[in-house]
Protein backbone atom coordinates (compact mmCIF):
# COMPACT_ATOMS: atom_id res chain seq x y z
CA UNK A 1 0.00 0.00 0.00
CA UNK A 2 1.52 3.53 -0.59
CA UNK A 3 1.83 5.83 1.91
CA UNK A 4 2.53 9.41 1.75
CA UNK A 5 3.59 11.89 4.18
CA UNK A 6 3.22 15.29 4.22
CA UNK A 7 6.18 15.93 2.26
CA UNK A 8 5.19 13.95 -0.49
CA UNK A 9 1.83 15.49 -0.44
CA UNK A 10 3.39 18.91 -0.98
CA UNK A 11 5.42 17.54 -3.54
CA UNK A 12 2.38 16.04 -5.43
CA UNK A 13 0.73 19.89 -5.25
CA UNK A 14 3.66 21.43 -6.76
CA UNK A 15 3.63 18.43 -9.77
CA UNK A 16 0.43 18.57 -10.54
CA UNK A 17 -0.92 21.85 -11.31
CA UNK A 18 -4.21 23.10 -11.81
CA UNK A 19 -3.78 24.80 -15.62
CA UNK A 20 -2.36 21.03 -16.87
CA UNK A 21 -3.48 18.19 -14.39
CA UNK A 22 -6.49 20.16 -12.80
CA UNK A 23 -8.03 16.46 -11.48
CA UNK A 24 -4.70 15.00 -10.27
CA UNK A 25 -3.92 18.53 -8.34
CA UNK A 26 -7.24 18.45 -7.16
CA UNK A 27 -7.02 14.78 -5.39
CA UNK A 28 -3.65 16.36 -3.97
CA UNK A 29 -5.34 18.85 -2.11
CA UNK A 30 -7.92 16.58 -1.31
CA UNK A 31 -5.03 14.74 -0.11
CA UNK A 32 -3.42 17.38 1.67
CA UNK A 33 -6.68 18.40 3.48
CA UNK A 34 -6.76 15.27 4.82
CA UNK A 35 -3.93 14.93 6.26
CA UNK A 36 -4.16 18.60 7.73
CA UNK A 37 -7.50 17.27 9.75
CA UNK A 38 -5.85 13.88 10.66
CA UNK A 39 -3.15 15.74 12.61
CA UNK A 40 -5.81 17.96 14.17
CA UNK A 41 -8.12 15.44 15.31
CA UNK A 42 -6.00 12.84 16.01
CA UNK A 43 -2.29 11.91 17.26
CA UNK A 44 -1.63 12.78 13.83
CA UNK A 45 -1.78 11.74 9.96
CA UNK A 46 1.60 9.63 10.78
CA UNK A 47 0.06 7.36 13.45
CA UNK A 48 -3.48 7.13 12.63
CA UNK A 49 -3.86 4.76 9.77
CA UNK A 50 -7.38 4.68 9.09
CA UNK A 51 -7.21 8.24 7.25
CA UNK A 52 -4.09 7.13 5.27
CA UNK A 53 -5.76 3.74 4.61
CA UNK A 54 -9.40 5.35 3.23
CA UNK A 55 -6.71 7.20 0.86
CA UNK A 56 -5.42 4.99 -0.64
CA UNK A 57 -6.68 5.19 -4.21
CA UNK A 58 -5.92 9.07 -3.68
CA UNK A 59 -2.50 7.93 -3.34
CA UNK A 60 -2.06 6.04 -6.51
CA UNK A 61 -3.78 8.76 -8.58
CA UNK A 62 -0.92 10.74 -7.70
CA UNK A 63 2.14 8.99 -6.03
CA UNK A 64 4.96 7.73 -8.76
CA UNK A 65 7.50 4.95 -8.22
CA UNK A 66 9.76 5.87 -11.32
CA UNK A 67 10.65 8.42 -13.47
CA UNK A 68 8.77 7.62 -16.36
CA UNK A 69 5.75 7.32 -14.42
CA UNK A 70 6.16 10.54 -13.44
CA UNK A 71 6.48 12.09 -16.91
CA UNK A 72 3.12 10.34 -17.70
CA UNK A 73 1.44 11.41 -15.31
CA UNK A 74 2.24 15.30 -15.30
CA UNK A 75 1.59 14.74 -18.79
CA UNK A 76 -1.73 13.08 -18.62
CA UNK A 77 -4.55 13.65 -16.11
CA UNK A 78 -7.03 11.39 -14.60
CA UNK A 79 -10.90 11.73 -15.23
CA UNK A 80 -13.22 13.52 -13.55
CA UNK A 81 -15.09 10.29 -13.00
CA UNK A 82 -11.69 8.97 -11.73
CA UNK A 83 -10.71 11.64 -9.40
CA UNK A 84 -14.43 11.29 -7.51
CA UNK A 85 -13.56 7.65 -7.36
CA UNK A 86 -10.76 8.26 -5.67
CA UNK A 87 -12.21 10.28 -2.54
CA UNK A 88 -15.25 8.44 -2.70
CA UNK A 89 -13.71 5.81 0.37
CA UNK A 90 -12.23 9.21 2.00
CA UNK A 91 -15.98 10.61 2.57
CA UNK A 92 -17.35 7.24 3.40
CA UNK A 93 -14.28 7.20 6.25
CA UNK A 94 -15.25 10.93 6.95
CA UNK A 95 -19.11 9.70 8.11
CA UNK A 96 -18.06 6.83 9.57
CA UNK A 97 -15.73 8.99 12.06
CA UNK A 98 -18.20 11.08 12.73
CA UNK A 99 -16.41 13.77 10.93
CA UNK A 100 -18.39 17.50 11.15
CA UNK A 101 -20.14 17.63 7.88
CA UNK A 102 -18.54 21.24 7.35
CA UNK A 103 -14.86 19.85 8.04
CA UNK A 104 -15.97 17.10 5.82
CA UNK A 105 -17.16 19.40 2.90
CA UNK A 106 -13.90 21.22 3.45
CA UNK A 107 -11.70 18.27 3.27
CA UNK A 108 -13.13 17.45 -0.55
CA UNK A 109 -14.19 21.16 -2.02
CA UNK A 110 -11.41 20.37 -4.61
CA UNK A 111 -13.08 17.73 -5.97
CA UNK A 112 -16.56 19.00 -6.46
CA UNK A 113 -14.78 22.40 -8.08
CA UNK A 114 -13.15 20.46 -10.89
CA UNK A 115 -16.77 18.61 -11.57
CA UNK A 116 -17.83 21.60 -13.47
CA UNK A 117 -14.47 21.29 -15.66
Not at 47 to 57: H, I, K, L, N
Given at each position: ?7 D ?37 A ?11 A ?17 N ?41
Open positions: MPTMNSHIAYALRRFQPETTPNRHAVALVLQNLQRWADDNSDGWYWSAPSRAARVMLQVASTTNAENWQREADITPKAARAAVAPIKGFLTRVGARDSDAARIVRPITLTEGA
